[in-house]
């Protein structure tokens, strides 16, 4: 599974990354000493069987994900390694409180768009880079959503640069996917060295699911006591299938396809074995264009045919609501920062990675002087996909990328390559660093809360920085050291 | 529950129950090619169960004669058929895979690994030594999958789908291998003596009678015996009546408002093999009375698919 829209970044230049388990001396950081140690004392047969244990164990209960353009029906297993990434309490509360305070900027950024529009009229974003935006949906101006919440999970991807710092390279506020991985990496670290976590202090993840339907059931239409939730999927060959199926299981609620949902009066039906039974709320794990072909795409065969009318109506609630792409596209991050201080009074917590937005002409003058140092992304782009890694690419490929910039420069953003931090990491080689970023995990419904830690992507290959999954990306277990 | 799950459970339990009733046939004909036998009257055996399974033009479509090997290799691991005892497993897990959020996680670690295994086991580049040992294995599978699905399931309508497929389809299938013999049955031929043992011990063997045969009537194999045993035995798990009885009272426990002529024509297949006897049905004639058993079973399994499984739009 690729978790969502891409995070590839460049590839490391002259300054040395930073290294989350030592310091520059080579000495350990204290959160880490006494896994160091239990480390040291394991013999390298133990670890190498373990790694094959928790290989056959991910295989047998199928935590794997689907394959698109291989022989139907290929299932890859996500890479996983043993090596936990650990963060110390102190950085993990700074970390939430900018999550949080982010997440709900960018809610209130959405409830404003299509609604007043007041952050365009103060022109503290120019107007048409939202609404001429693809993701922007006309149909959701003036419609009002349970608790003005839009994106209910939203998974934020986090870096940390050559000093320590943490940056935000992405939100992903459509269907953002990979908690399924968070949880079974703990469950499976749990289940091959139960010692460690007597020895240390984890905060526990385990509760995801049920926050997630707390939060879920919080933002039913008003008037209903006991609302209906389901968890709507494209189907066992869509590549996150084990992670809608896991969460439909972890919640206790029925995991549906479009096919057994229909609308009758403005209101949703599932069909069952005992007649029509009334649906309030869908966890949606498909994206906005295939929800419903009257309104959208219509040739989508996912989809529910009336769904848009009867969510007009207020007698559903989708999660995450239709309209919140508008709101994760890499032309409006840029303004995310502006967006806490008009909406909260804030100023950021957590940092934007630097971005040159091509459409204005000294960006573009800048950038194109600069390509062989820069990472250049298609605002669209997701995946690793349609980028270029400037100091990992050759003149002709930089060249080639040249044109394509100067034909349509609106369409592209520039960073800069950042030295990624690392963790240690099992290779062929022994334990070797590795690249690796962080997607944390934010529920908005009554509140907003985050479970301790997220998902950490591994880059597996030596000095690769992309760690998306479809791209020879792994995955850690990341814990949140209480005390 | 979502119709969509009870139609995947329902697909599933009929799949993994078929993979291992055709085991069972390769294996009773597997073990008859081992002694010293009659190549004739093995290919024909082969050839009439072919027949009763609707097997017989995909066989044709790839093989020139009846070779009991051939025919081993195409029931058990033929992965272009769509009716060998691999791609059941492949199917039965497929439909697993579409709901494993319905089933406990050791049903479908069960179901998931049974068809890894499979895969592995097919992929062996010798399997000439082997086919007894896969369709020993996939019955074990077989057996494993049912004592999870008892021993770990609520019991909700998840569970009752699941047995409504297993006994619906295990009905089906003892219905066919009773086709595939029927001539042995014909009168006269219950003159007492047998026209030959290997025959009767197939047919035993398959569905699992053999031993039971011997413990339940401590005499010669005579043809009326084996009928009364296989059709109409309420304790014989694998006779017409037991797997009536089970579909009947599986059904009661999922009713539904449009389901009663459903549940009655279950309840009336039922109370017809409890009420018959056996001379009545072999003296008008064992093959219609199979063959109008086999359209009895379509029907009600056409009939569960639209009150439950693939309600019509709209219901």
């Not at chain 2, 697993?96 to 592995?120: H, K, Q, Y």
Request: proline share 5%; glycine share 6%; hydrophobic share 40%.
């Amino acid at each position: 599974m690729d978790f969502a829209s891409g995070s590839t970044k460049g590839i490391l230049l002259g300054n040395k990354p930073y290294n989350e388990m030592y310091l520059s001396d080579g000495t350990t950081r204290p959160h880490y000493l006494s896994y160091e140690h239990w480390l040291k004392e394991q013999p390298a047969e133990r670890l190498s069987q373990k790694r094959a244990e928790a290989d056959a164990l991910f295989h047998r209960v199928g935590i794997t994900f689907a394959v698109y353009g291989q022989e139907e029906g290929a299932e890859r297993l996500i890479p996983f390694d043993i090596v936990p990434r650990v963060l110390p309490l102190e950085e993990w509360i700074r970390l939430e409180g900018g999550l949080k305070q982010r997440v709900r900027a960018l809610n209130a950024f959405i409830h404003d768009i299509y609604h007043d529009q007041q952050i365009l009229k103060a022109g503290v974003i120019p107007p048409e880079q939202v609404l001429c935006n693809s993701q922007y949906r006309p149909e959701m101006q003036g419609v009002d959503v349970p608790g003005g919440i839009y994106a209910h999970i939203a998974g934020i991807d986090i870096v940390r640069d050559d000093a320590g710092e943490f940056l935000v390279l992405e939100d992903n506020l459509r269907v953002p996917s990979g908690v399924s991985y968070m949880l079974e990496n703990r469950k499976m670290m749990m289940r091959l060295f139960p010692e460690l976590f007597s020895a240390h202090r984890v905060a526990p993840v385990d509760h995801y699911p049920d926050v997630l339907l707390d939060n879920l059931r919080s933002v039913a239409p008003t008037g209903v006591a006991d609302p209906t939730v389901v968890l709507m999927t494209a189907g066992a060959h869509n590549s996150a299938y084990f992670e809608h199926a896991f969460l439909a299981q972890q919640m206790g609620i029925e995991l549906v396809e479009g096919q057994d949902l229909f609308v009758r009066d403005e209101a949703v039906f599932m069909r069952t074995t005992q007649g029509p039974q009334r649906v309030d709320v869908i966890y949606r794990r498909i994206d906005d264009d295939f929800l419903d072909p009257l309104a959208f795409r219509p040739d989508s065969m996912l989809g529910v045919p009336g769904l848009l009318t009867a969510y007009r109506a207020g007698h559903i609630t989708i999660a995450n609501a239709i309209g919140t792409g508008v709101a994760d596209d890499k032309s409006i991050y840029p303004y995310v920062p502006e967006m806490i201080r008009f909406y909260l009074g804030q100023s950021p917590i957590i940092a934007n990675v630097h971005t040159w937005m091509l459409r204005k002409q000294d960006d573009l003058d800048y950038v194109l002087a600069h390509l062989p140092e820069l990472v250049v992304k298609e605002v669209h782009g997701a995946g690793g996909y349609g980028m270029l890694i400037g100091p990992a690419s050759t003149k002709a490929e930089i060249e080639a990328f040249r044109h394509q910039i100067i034909a349509t420069p609106e369409r592209y953003i520039a960073q800069p390559t950042l030295a990624l931090s690392t963790s240690p990491t099992f290779t062929g080689q022994g334990l070797k660093p590795r690249h690796i970023d962080l997607r944390p995990f934010v529920l908005s419904g009554r509140d907003v809360t985050i479970v301790p830690g997220g998902l950490t992507r591994v880059a597996l290959r030596e000095g690769s920085l992309v760690v998306n999954s479809s791209q020879g990306g792994g995955t850690k277990d990341t814990w949140v050291l209480e005390a | 529950m979502l119709s969509r799950t009870a139609d995947h459970l329902y697909w599933m339990s009929r799949y993994i129950e078929r993979a291992e009733s055709l085991a069972r046939l390769v294996d009773a004909h597997y073990r008859m090619s081992l002694l010293p036998h009659d190549d004739a009257a093995l290919a024909q055996s082969l050839r009439y169960t072919m027949t009763a399974l609707q097997m017989e033009e995909a066989y044709w479509a790839r093989h020139d004669t009846i070779e009991p090997r051939a025919v081993f290799e195409f029931v058990s691991l033929d992965r272009e058929f769509s009716g060998s005892i691999l791609s059941c497993l492949r199917v039965a897990r497929e439909n697993a895979r579409a709901v494993r959020g319905s089933l406990t996680s050791e049903l479908w670690e069960t179901l998931n690994s049974t068809w890894l295994d499979a895969r592995t086991l097919a992929a062996r580049s010798s399997p000439h030594a082997d086919i007894g040992q896969f369709v020993e294995w996939v019955k074990e599978r077989s057996h494993l999958t049912r004592g999870v699905t008892i021993g770990t399931m609520l019991r909700d309508e998840a569970f009752h789908f699941s047995r409504i497929g297993t006994f619906l389809e295990r009905a089906d299938s003892t219905a066919r291998i009773l086709t595939a013999h029927q001539t042995d049955f014909q009168p006269g031929a219950d003159a007492g003596a047998v026209p030959d043992p290997f025959e009767w011990s197939v047919l035993l063997r398959a569905l699992s009678a053999f031993e039971v045969y011997r413990r339940v009537y401590r005499d010669v194999i005579t043809p009326v015996k084996v009928a009364q045993l296989l059709i109409l035995r309420d304790d014989m798990p694998r006779s017409l009546l037991r797997c009536c009885k089970e579909v009947y009272s599986n059904l009661r426990s999922v009713k539904n408002e449009h389901s009663a002529e459903t549940e009655r024509r279950a309840g009336e297949m039922h109370a017809m093999l409890h009420f018959t006897r056996m001379e009545d049905i072999l003296s008008s004639g064992l093959p219609e009375f199979l063959e109008q058993f086999l359209g009895r079973v379509r029907d009600l399994g056409d009939r569960i698919a639209y009150d439950f499984l693939v309600p019509p739009a709209e219901a």
